[in-house]
């Protein structure tokens, strides 16, 4: 099993930045990969940005250019840095590690912009 925590959440203004945290503990070494999902009101979940373990990274369209992923151990943590954030990038943030079997999830941590 593997658990997922997510910090660093918050409430910013529009064009500020946040940095987020997921901390795997567990049976990390089964752990192929990370991403950070996000789901906004009356909206469904979707994939912002993933890192695999040899470092590849992956961006949605929407947050390319202001969000980075990375990893001090792309098995251990992960941040989700976040610059230039905009009202639409307001969401839960979700944590997302996935393995060989399944995919496992932080609980989340609320992101709010304001405009």
């Known amino acids: 099993q593997v658990q997922l925590a997510e910090s660093g959440g918050g409430l910013v203004q529009t064009g500020g930045s946040l940095r987020l945290s997921c901390a795997a503990s567990g049976s990390i070494g089964i752990i192929n990969a990370m991403a950070w999902y996000r789901q906004a009101p009356g909206k469904q979940r979707e994939v912002v940005t993933s890192i695999s373990t040899d470092g590849r990274t992956n961006y949605a369209d929407s947050v390319k250019g202001r969000f980075t992923i990375s990893s001090d151990n792309p098995k251990d943590t992960v941040y989700l840095q976040m610059n230039s954030l905009k009202p639409e990038d307001t969401a839960v943030y979700y944590c997302?590690?996935?393995?060989?079997?399944?995919?496992?999830w932080g609980k989340g941590t609320l992101v709010t912009v304001s405009s």
């Open positions: 997302n590690a996935e393995s060989r079997w399944r995919e496992y």
